[in-house]
Every structure is written in structure tokens, then in C-alpha cells.
């Protein structure tokens, strides 16, 4: 057992596990964020998709050895629904179905519009390579990001969603 610093969503915490427990069972069994979801395991789906720092990360490939540290936000860590232009277009596009994806999805979106504040198809679709959605709901997600983008570009935040 190893005793690790990590901060998450801005909050500082000492976690106690096995120095190999990949931070998404920390985030979801020891810190009670169970908005990260466990889809694969591998790194291959992207529902545990988190920021580390500013960039997207599969957390169920992160040992809490590595993390030891770092900065996470998880979808938890976001902005409340009515200051989040990524969230409030998921919903006016109607994009989940089961949801069970979405997490990993919304938190990777805002990702890229931060770094891309006017994506086209092409860059959407490089962003979420990886991420799958059962559902097939691809489509909207990729309507709600561009209504997100247009909507935080309008706001004037200079694309930071």
C-alpha cells in the first residue's frame, strides 16, 4: 500500500491503494466520483476519459503511482449545467441515450474546444477517434459540439467552453 497526493477537481486528497490501482477505481471506489465511467478497462473506449492537467486521459490506464501529484478534473469538476455550453448543447441536441459514454465524451469536447474553438467535422471526429458510443448517437454529439462551439463563441470566451 502506498500513501499518494493527488488533486482532483481542485480538491487536494491523500489516497491509500496499491500503487499499481489504476485512478479510475480511485476516483470511483476510494473518492465516491462515480461520473468516470469503467467501460473497457484497456484504454480503448473512452468512458474514463478525465483531464489531467489540460489533457484528455484514459484514468483506467493511470496507476496512482504515476498520478502521484498530477491534477485531474472529472466530469464532477466541470462547470454546474447553466455555465456549461458543452452540457447544455448534449441536451438541446438530444445526444444520450443509455449515457453511459457521455462523460468521457462531454469532458474530451470541451477539451478540443478549448484548443480548437471552431472544429470542423473532421477535427470533431479525430477528437472522439476512441471514444465509442454504443448507441451510434455519433451525429448529435457531433451537432451538439458544434452548437457548443458557436455558442461559446458568441459569448465572447474566446473559445475556453
Not at 499518494?4 to 500503487?19: F, M, W
Not at 476510494?30 to 473497457?40: D, Q, S
Not at 455550453?85 to 478540443?112: F, H, K, N, T
Request: contains cysteine.
Amino acid at each position: 500500500m502506498a500513501r499518494v497526493g493527488v488533486t482532483i477537481n481542485g480538491t487536494e486528497h491523500s489516497v491509500e491503494a496499491d500503487s499499481d490501482t489504476p485512478l479510475l477505481w480511485v476516483l470511483r471506489d476510494l473518492l465516491g466520483l462515480t461520473g468516470t465511467k469503467y467501460g473497457c478497462g484497456a484504454g480503448l473506449c473512452g468512458s474514463c476519459t478525465v483531464l489531467w492537467g489540460d489533457a484528455p486521459t484514459r484514468s483506467c490506464q493511470v496507476t496512482l503511482a504515476a498520478a502521484e501529484g498530477g491534477s485531474f478534473t472529472t466530469i464532477e469538476g466541470l462547470p454546474p449545467l447553466e455555465e456549461d455550453p458543452v452540457r447544455q448543447a448534449w441536451l438541446a441536441e438530444d445526444v444520450s441515450q443509455c449515457g453511459y459514454c457521455q462523460p468521457g465524451m462531454i469532458v474530451r469536447a470541451r477539451s478540443l474546444l478549448r484548443d480548437t474553438p471552431d472544429p470542423d467535422d473532421a477535427d470533431i471526429d479525430a477528437a472522439l477517434a476512441g471514444h465509442v458510443c454504443r448507441c451510434g448517437s455519433y451525429s448529435r454529439i457531433r451537432r451538439a459540439i458544434h452548437r457548443a462551439a458557436a455558442a461559446t463563441r458568441s459569448s465572447g470566451s474566446g473559445g475556453a467552453p
